[in-house]
């Protein structure tokens, strides 16, 4: 029962990751069961997106609060969470095509710590002047971590970019100077 249910979860973020559109019968199909067993687990497709969304926060928010533990400059904190949540960036970039759907009002409520631990993160880091003032924290730091996302979906495509591309090219949204930025990918001081 249970091994059911975690593949239909597995099934559903590559089959959504493809169409987010797609529907349970889909999934079920993907999944090799029928749509009463999806159904039996996840009673509907908002439900099914909850479970997912909560799973992405939960790897989410460790990835960063041990990033934050480990690195006391907030860019230094932003590069070590880039790194580390990048292999379930992609994963969970559905979540980003979802957020702005139907179930757009769940997931920024379930996303929410997720928000505010970037937000706080970007804040510490433009009041130690590490990070560009150009924006409020809240949006600096959701226009950064989106870059994350886009440069994953470049990457499922084609394969040329990674970890050290969509860290850089965060690093730089955020305001952080060229030569610091590389220097933090590539574990120099």
Same mark, same amino acid.
């Given at each position: 029962?249970?091994?059911?249910?975690?593949?239909?979860?597995?099934?559903?973020?590559?089959?959504?990751?493809?169409?987010?559109?797609?529907?349970?019968?889909?999934?079920?199909?993907?999944?090799?069961?029928?749509?009463?067993?999806?159904?039996?687990?996840?009673?509907?497709?908002?439900?099914?997106?909850?479970?997912?969304?909560?799973?992405?926060?939960?790897?989410?928010?460790?990835?960063?609060?041990?990033?934050?533990?480990?690195?006391?400059?907030? !860019?230094?904190?932003?590069?070590?969470?880039?790194?580390?949540?990048?292999?379930?960036?992609?994963?969970?970039?559905?979540?980003?095509?979802?957020?702005?759907?139907?179930?757009?009002?769940?997931?920024?409520?379930?996303?929410?710590?997720?928000?505010?631990?970037?937000?706080?993160?970007?804040?510490?880091?433009?009041?130690?002047?590490?990070?560009?003032? !150009?924006?409020?924290?809240?949006?600096?730091?959701?226009?950064?971590?989106?870059?994350?996302?886009?440069?994953? !979906?470049?990457?499922?495509?084609?394969?040329?970019?990674?970890?050290?591309?969509?860290?850089?090219?965060?690093?730089?949204?955020?305001?952080?100077?060229?030569?610091?930025?590389?220097?933090?990918? !590539?574990?120099?001081?």
């Amino acid at each position: 029962m249970k091994e059911n249910r975690e593949r239909i979860l597995e099934v559903a973020l590559e089959v959504l990751g493809e169409n987010p559109d797609a529907g349970m019968g889909e999934i079920a199909v993907a999944a090799g069961v029928v749509r009463r067993t999806v159904y039996g687990h996840f009673p509907s497709r908002l439900d099914l997106v909850r479970t997912l969304t909560e799973r992405a926060v939960t790897e989410m928010t460790l990835v960063l609060t041990k990033a934050g533990a480990t690195h006391p400059e907030a !860019d230094a904190t932003w590069a070590a969470f880039v790194a580390s949540v990048w292999p379930v960036t992609h994963r969970y970039r559905v979540l980003l095509a979802l957020r702005r759907g139907e179930f757009g009002e769940a997931i920024h409520g379930l996303l929410g710590p997720v928000d505010e631990l970037l937000a706080d993160l970007v804040e510490r880091g433009q009041d130690d002047d590490v990070f560009a003032r !150009d924006l409020p924290a809240d949006v600096l730091s959701q226009v950064a971590y989106g870059v994350v996302f886009a440069v994953a !979906d470049v990457e499922r495509s084609t394969g040329t970019l990674g970890a050290r591309a969509a860290t850089i090219t965060s690093l730089l949204t955020l305001g952080v100077p060229r030569a610091r930025a590389i220097a933090l990918v !590539d574990d120099r001081p």
